[in-house]
């Protein structure tokens, strides 16, 4: 098919998530004449289109800008810790400020390919309904979530990590409800909890799958643990929530066939929930009716770039700090357990001495096949600590290979389990925005990523107003000075437990 049009910027970025588009917000502020081409046709990626409606991480930079200009229009709910955002508002919002940025946005285009020429990528090939498109740029930024660029460019990817044989964390697909009483749900939760020990507690929902499981109504159990995020501006006695509910396993998340397999199955999920369970079990969940299933997987994980800096997981447990950090991270390990559905996630690694400020205890060969079906690995295990937070270097958004390309958002350069938290949304947009910001200075200066200096990118962020040059605020200095003790809870928590045995989580 012959070329239909061809473009040239300065940068250009793959990938409109909540990473693509602050990187392009921060590229075309900077002034670089900047393009963000997206295959679907909206922006925020997973946190929109698929549901995912709490922002984790550190909410500073254009994640909280963001969820400022939402709140002035009703569409967010700004808590302490997880700030509730309107998905459909949400990408409206997102997509005003790329194009008030100056950035042009090109929807319904996705890149295939691409040439490199002398270790530099020279230009990108693109499918778009119009026929095939040629986009050349100085600097391009890959937030595609799978790598698909830096993969097409050669620059070498990991998927998955040892103990697993390459497979990705379980996949979730996120749906929403309306006419749900949250209040009711919280307060039947709140009730469930006081009757559960810090070691063997679980959610009142899982209990109540199992009792399900027993009477016939649901075939096993298909939540592992409810996120359940009620939508902002809807009321919360009779009112819409988004919905982390479902889990496959066994996921390969770098290929066509598995990922139609993960979609088929998780939307027979959905309708076993709303069909046979919701409604009969949940408190607060009697009238529910399911207004819309997200129109795309929930994939968590896939192809990770391998930067000129590999964030380790040892890096993410016990807190390291960098020179060069262009993002912080105060939340806990969330790679979820890619085969077991009754764990939500794995929060532990293991590292071969503690370090840091990590929560260590030796490594415990007891027969947890759920946990480790393959092997138990040895040394320490290591959570994150409550109390403190890790650094994300810039290297690690330098590809290595070709000279011209960062990266951004789930795809960045760490290991399995530090990707399983660095990825979550306020990091991603971070992460977006100093790829954005590094990528617009390197057009200015006439340098590639790979030559720019990560600590002038950490000074350029703190002068667009991120605090990096201070300690996390708000909820996370409320955490560090919280009195208690640290122990390991069940479902894998490092928690801060208080003289009366509650910890900080529940
Ligand atoms: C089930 C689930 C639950 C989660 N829970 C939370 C949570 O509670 N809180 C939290 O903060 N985070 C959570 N996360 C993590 C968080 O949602 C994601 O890691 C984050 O949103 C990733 O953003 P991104 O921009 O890197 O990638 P994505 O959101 O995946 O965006 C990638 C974009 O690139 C586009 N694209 C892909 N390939 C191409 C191509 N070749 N050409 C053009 N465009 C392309 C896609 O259409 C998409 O818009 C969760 C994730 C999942 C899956």
Not at 3 to 13: A, G, M, P, S
Not at 207 to 223: F, M, Q, R, S, T
Not at 304 to 332: L, Q, S
Request: proline residues 4%.
């Amino acid at each position: 098919m012959q070329t239909e049009k061809k473009y040239d910027v300065d940068v250009l970025v793959c990938g409109g998530g909540v990473a693509g588009a602050a990187a392009a917000i921060a590229s075309a502020r900077l002034g670089a004449r900047t393009m963000l081409v997206e295959g679907r046709e909206s922006l925020g990626g997973m946190c929109t289109n698929g549901y995912i409606t709490g922002i984790a991480g550190l909410v500073e930079g254009l994640s909280e800008e963001w969820i400022d200009r939402l709140v002035a229009k009703g569409a967010a709910n700004k808590r302490p810790h997880l700030p509730l955002v309107e998905p459909e508002v949400g990408k409206l919002e997102l997509e005003q400020m790329v194009l008030q940025a100056g950035c042009r946005i090109l929807y319904g285009v996705h890149v295939t390919d691409c040439v490199v020429e002398d270790e530099r990528i020279a230009k990108v090939m693109a499918h778009s309904h119009g026929g095939p498109i040629e986009i050349s740029a100085k600097v391009f930024v890959d937030c595609t979530g799978d790598a698909d660029l830096a993969y097409a460019a050669g620059v070498p990817c990991e998927v998955g990590n040892a103990e697993f044989f390459g497979l990705n964390q379980g996949v979730t697909m996120g749906f929403r409800l309306s006419y749900v009483n949250v209040k009711k749900y919280w307060a039947a939760e709140e009730a469930f909890q006081k009757t559960q020990s810090l070691e063997t507690r679980k959610q009142l929902v899982v209990a109540k799958e199992y009792e399900a499981i027993e009477n016939g109504d649901l075939p096993y159990l298909i939540v592992p643990g409810l996120l359940v995020y009620p939508v902002p501006n809807t009321s919360l006695e009779c009112g819409d929530v988004t919905l982390d509910a479902t889990q496959t396993g066994y996921c390969r998340n770098d290929n066509a066939e598995d990922r139609t397999r993960q979609i088929v199955d998780q939307r027979r999920q959905v309708l076993e929930l709303f069909h046979k369970f919701l409604s009969k079990y949940v408190p607060g969940f009697e009238d529910c009716v399911v207004t819309s299933v997200a129109s795309m997987n929930g994939v968590r994980d896939s192809r990770r770039i391998v930067g000129e800096y590999v964030f380790t997981d040892a890096d993410m447990a016990g807190g390291a700090k960098f020179d060069d950090c262009v993002v912080r991270n105060p939340e806990f390990f969330d790679a979820h357990h890619p085969t077991c559905a009754e764990f939500v996630a794995v929060r532990h690694v293991h590292v071969r001495e503690p370090s840091g400020s990590a929560v260590c205890r030796p490594s415990r060969d007891d027969y947890n096949y759920k946990m480790h079906p393959y092997v138990v690995p040895g040394g320490y295990e290591a959570r994150t600590n409550p109390r403190d937070w890790a650094e994300l270097p810039y290297r690690s958004l330098v590809a290595t290979k070709v000279v011209n390309l960062l990266a951004a958002g789930r795809n960045v350069s760490a290991e399995f389990h530090a990707l399983g938290t660095i990825r979550v949304i306020a990091g991603s947009m971070s992460m977006g925005q100093a790829a954005g910001t590094a990528a617009a200075m390197c057009v200015k200066e006439k340098i590639d990523p790979r030559n720019l200096d990560g600590v002038r990118v950490r000074d350029a962020l703190i002068e667009q107003g991120v605090p990096l040059d201070k300690a996390p605020g708000g909820h996370w200095e409320m955490l560090r000075n919280m009195p208690g003790r640290i122990d390991v809870a069940s479902a894998d928590f490092a928690v801060i437990v208080n003289d009366e045995g509650q910890s900080h989580l529940f």
